[in-house]
């Protein structure tokens, strides 16, 4: 494998039978992503649509979200992977959002359309599996807002169901199948995904990069409905290229946190994904924070997130995915960061490795793009949104201009 080293939405009405058939060379390609977990107790639909066992009974979700890439046709994918039952969808709907604007909860007259599974306008989607609706003709167009309606009679019985916590973006309830509404008047605002776990579209052969991170590119710290955490923003830069964003909040490579490690999710998250050729690894820094801070406990932790890269590696490499490694960034002055430094040795040894070693594909140095050139060990404050760990949306602009695009071409 060659290696390279580097320090609104538009509908355009329905297909006819004829040009709904995939052109020569149109294949299904992933343009938006959600990564799937369990969600927490607080993190459940606000009452009363959580009522013990009994989750969004008789209730209609209204989600947006923002696709990278457009197509002509697009398909929906429903993930039951934590659900504790069997998860049913009575009826489900796409439209425009208003004004084409994420996390709203009006959508433009006219443009609801509804959504099959086999034919079927309910689905039944089985205890840890995802369900793929049947293909749409209902074109969009790049970097653009879709909205997802989806209603459920009986709801979920069940306390254990699957969600993305960390929307960043407003979703919203409403008592009733509201299905076909274009307002929602009275509806309860909560800032997570629930169910949804990815968009397809049909078009012409494209790759896809897959970013497999934690909070800083689930986007903590970025702005609510707005869009721009680093992958929203790598992708205003390549534009023809699907960014896949599998991060969540808190999670590790090693050890389950929020949501599985890394290495159980990766079939999941990055080999069942459609169309990609290339992988961002950015992730190890919850291990680092979480494990002692001894040295002892720091070297070990440093060399099995080494090892643990390496089983990566190997994995996506078999799949002739390329594979680009990310520095760590720095965390001095948040929690993270202890008196003695050992979780800061840990860091710069995990860096080392991922600059030197000639494992990755490509090395993308975020370290480098937003550590103060003052005191290295801290992020520049232009970048911190002020705990010291995560970044603000400038930040997060800083990381997405280190990424060279001639590294998906």
Do not use: C
């Amino acid at each position: 494998m060659r290696r390279r080293s580097f320090l609104g939405l538009a509908v355009t009405g329905a297909l006819t039978p004829a040009a709904a058939r995939a052109a020569p060379g149109d294949r299904w390609v992933t343009t938006w992503t959600a990564m799937p977990q369990l969600t927490e107790p607080h993190n459940m639909p606000p009452p009363p649509f959580t009522d013990g066992e009994l989750v969004l009974a008789d209730a209609t979700l209204r989600q947006t979200v923002r696709v990278t890439v457009g197509g002509r046709r697009i398909r929906l994918r429903f993930s039951n992977a934590f659900g504790g039952t069997v998860l049913p969808l009575t009826s489900v709907t796409v439209a425009l959002p208003a004004d084409g604007k994420a996390g709203v909860s009006a959508v433009e007259p006219g443009s609801a359309r509804r959504v099959t599974f086999s034919g079927r306008s309910s689905v039944d989607v089985r205890v840890g599996a995802p369900a793929l609706s049947d293909p749409l003709d209902f074109a969009v167009a790049p970097g653009t807002n879709l909205t997802v309606t989806a209603y459920l009679a009986t709801g979920q019985a069940s306390s254990q169901v699957t969600s993305h916590p960390g929307s960043r973006t407003t979703s919203h309830l409403l008592a009733g199948d509201h299905t076909q509404a274009v307002e929602m008047p009275g509806a309860t605002p909560t800032d997570h995904w629930y169910f949804l776990s990815g968009v397809e579209v049909l078009r012409p052969r494209t790759s896809a990069v897959v970013v497999i991170g934690d909070s800083l590119t689930d986007g903590r710290g970025s702005t609510t409905n707005g869009n721009d955490r680093w992958p929203d923003q790598l992708f205003d830069r390549l534009r023809t290229v699907p960014v896949l964003n599998q991060a969540a909040g808190g999670n590790h490579v090693l050890d389950d946190g929020l949501g599985p490690n890394v290495l159980a999710r990766l079939d999941r998250d990055l080999l069942a994904q459609t169309g990609v050729r290339w992988l961002v690894l950015f992730e190890g820094v919850n291990d680092i924070g979480t494990a002692a801070a001894t040295a002892a406990a720091q070297q070990a932790v440093a060399e099995d997130l080494i090892a643990a890269y390496e089983q990566v590696l190997d994995r996506a490499h078999a799949h002739d995915i390329e594979v680009y490694g990310a520095t760590l960034l720095p965390f001095g002055g948040h929690g993270y960061d202890d008196p003695d430094g050992h979780r800061e040795v840990a860091r710069q040894t995990v860096n080392r490795w991922i600059r030197t070693s000639r494992r990755f594909d490509a090395v993308l140095d975020f370290d480098a793009a937003v550590r103060d050139p003052a005191q290295p060990r801290q992020l520049v404050p232009a970048a911190d949104v002020g705990d010291h760990l995560h970044l603000n949306p400038n930040g997060y602009r800083m990381l997405a201009q280190a990424v060279p695009l001639r590294l998906f071409r």
